[in-house]
């Protein structure tokens, strides 16, 4: 669409993901108006309706000029959405729009993750995703601090941000490629002894080893820019970096940029 098209007009942008919904609306300058984020449920359609719901509420925007784009996981079951568009194409549109100087992109989300490089023009030329293995997604995060009676959202100031430590003691790895192997393995470190902010930050290294296998699918250039929920995570991040051995920086508003990307092309 041109700027003339586009003038005057409000878009929603969802990202129906498979663990969290999230979604954004811009105003005709562009800027953010509203945004928001839901568990997504078993039932998208439904969750879509409630998001969009949501962000719309007292913001007064006619039905008519309104766009509405949908990606992610559940965006087929949208009905509300004029278009569904891939979640590629939407987290590379949201990242250039905040980070025109990307190289790169990794995500990682509730249950898959996906490593993007973008070209010399802004467009996506090569995209590798793991949706099949839990390791290298939050997911394990999830499992890990749940065994420690922690919330994921606590995991990373835990390990101090740090996924390495002083180094006193032995450095712990998790060499499991799978989850429910691993985390067999993160309950013997624990009843060996082992202090569990070091458990956790084996698990940290563990993950980042994973995901960096899709950063190297796909040649990754730098620099990275870290997105989806998980990116919220420092300890994960500095992981991440240290394993490639590339800069990786977390983007702006990490968890929203597939729903930013969806809303621009809306
Ligand atoms: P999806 O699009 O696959 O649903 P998201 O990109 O929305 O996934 O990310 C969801 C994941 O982010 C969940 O696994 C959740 O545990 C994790 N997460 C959410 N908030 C945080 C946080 N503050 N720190 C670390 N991880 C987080």
């Known amino acids: 669409m041109t700027d003339a098209q586009t003038a005057g007009r409000y878009r929603i942008g969802l990202d129906l993901g498979s663990t969290a919904s999230k979604g954004v609306i811009l105003g005709p300058d562009g800027t953010v108006l509203a945004r928001d984020i839901v568990p997504s449920g078993h039932t998208p359609a439904e969750t879509a309706a409630r998001l969009a719901a949501r962000l719309a509420d007292g913001l007064d925007i006619p039905a008519d000029r309104l766009g509405a784009v949908a990606t992610g996981y559940g965006r087929n079951m ?9 979640e590629i194409t939407c987290h590379a549109k949201g990242v250039l729009h905040l980070h025109p ?3 790169s992109i990794l995500d990682i989300g509730g249950q898959d ?4 490089r973008i070209g010399p023009d802004g467009g996506v030329m090569d ?16 499992v890990a601090a749940r065994r420690f009676d922690l919330g994921v959202e606590e995991l990373s100031a835990f390990c101090q941000d740090d996924p390495v430590g002083d180094g006193d003691g032995p450095e712990l790895e998790i060499s499991s490629t799978c ?5 067999s393995e993160l309950v013997g ?10 458990a956790l930050r084996a698990v940290h290294r563990a993950i980042a080893r994973r995901v960096i296998l899709l950063l190297k699918q796909v040649g990754a250039t730098e620099p990275v820019y870290f997105t989806g929920g998980v990116a919220q995570n420092e300890t994960l991040r500095r992981a991440v970096a240290a394993a490639a051995g590339m800069e990786v920086r977390r983007a702006a508003s990490p968890q929203f940029t597939g729903a930013i990307g969806a809303a621009l092309l809306a």
């Open 78 to 86: 949208a009905r509300l959405a004029q278009k569904k568009i891939t």
């Open 101 to 103: 100087d990307a190289g």
């Open 113 to 116: 993750a996906k490593a993007i």
């Open 127 to 142: 995209f590798a995703m793991n949706d099949r293995c839990a390791a290298g997604t939050g997911r394990f995060l999830e």
């Open 179 to 183: 989850v429910v192997f691993a985390e």
């Open 189 to 198: 470190l624990a009843a060996r002894g082992a202090p569990p902010r070091d």
